[in-house]
């Protein structure tokens, strides 16, 4: 769709558009995501999807990757969802258990939506490798208790010798655990998100030309 609408745009205007560089900022584009009129945008359009557009107005690629990721099954019956958008409209305030968490969360408002997070939040509370954070983030993902309690026990005693209250600790890990059932993994998102991104430019400032590209 994206190549067939660059073909006509050139067709029809003369100019040959870089779709890998077009602004990430254009407000027209977001207008189009904000509203709801995602009809062919890629992963944006079904009508729960444009409900939940509408509900937390994007305002950046960030909003776009983590609406992306929320938009499952388990996020959305577990609340995360509404959560995440009462968060970004400032209707509920985020706030981060350790102060260290605030870059790693600030994307997502507080909300931990990605695997990625999960392995970060390992690492600069606890002390783990990504490769003793990528073990952590599999046992959490399959459930597996006995793998869990060996890695609950790890995590509480790398961020205790970080200067981390044990049951602060302990209750970090239980946030984490209770999330990554519903973590997806960023990189997938983020992909999707651009290309949908970039569909969504195509259509706010090209319609005709992506009309043209979809018969």
């Known amino acids: 769709l994206i190549y067939d609408a660059i073909e006509e745009i050139k067709r029809t205007?003369?100019?040959t558009l870089d779709i890998?560089?077009?602004?990430?900022?254009d407000a027209k584009t977001y207008q189009v995501f904000q509203e709801g009129q995602t009809y062919g945008v890629f992963q944006?359009?079904?009508s729960g999807m444009r409900d939940l557009l509408r509900k937390s107005k994007p305002q950046r690629l960030d909003d776009l990757i983590a609406l992306n990721a929320?938009?499952?099954p388990g996020p959305l019956r577990s609340g995360m969802v509404d959560d995440y958008v009462a968060r970004k409209q400032g209707?509920?305030?985020?706030k981060y258990e350790l102060p260290?968490?605030?870059p790693?969360?600030?994307?997502t408002y507080g909300v931990i939506a990605y695997q990625e997070q999960v392995m970060r939040i390992s690492s600069v509370v606890a002390g783990f490798s990504?490769?003793?954070a990528d073990i952590l983030r599999k046992a959490m993902g399959k459930k597996n208790i006995e793998v869990m309690q060996k890695q609950r026990a790890k995590f509480v005693d790398g961020a205790k010798k970080r200067g981390v209250n044990e049951k602060k600790a302990a209750h970090l890990f239980d946030l984490m655990e209770h999330f990554a059932g519903y973590g997806f993994n960023k990189s997938h998102s983020t992909t999707y998100a651009y290309l949908a991104y970039q569909t969504a430019y195509l259509k706010a400032n090209y319609p005709w030309q992506i009309g043209r590209a979809h018969v």
Do not use: C, N, W
Not at 104 to 107: C, E, G, K, Q, T
């Open 13 to 15: 205007t003369g100019q």
């Open 20 to 25: 890998d560089a077009i602004p990430l900022d």
């Open 44 to 46: 944006f359009e079904s």
């Open 70 to 72: 929320l938009y499952r």
């Open 91 to 94: 209707k509920t305030e985020v």
């Open 100 to 102: 260290e968490l605030e």
């Open 104 to 107: 790693v969360l600030s994307d």
């Open 130 to 132: 990504m490769a003793e």
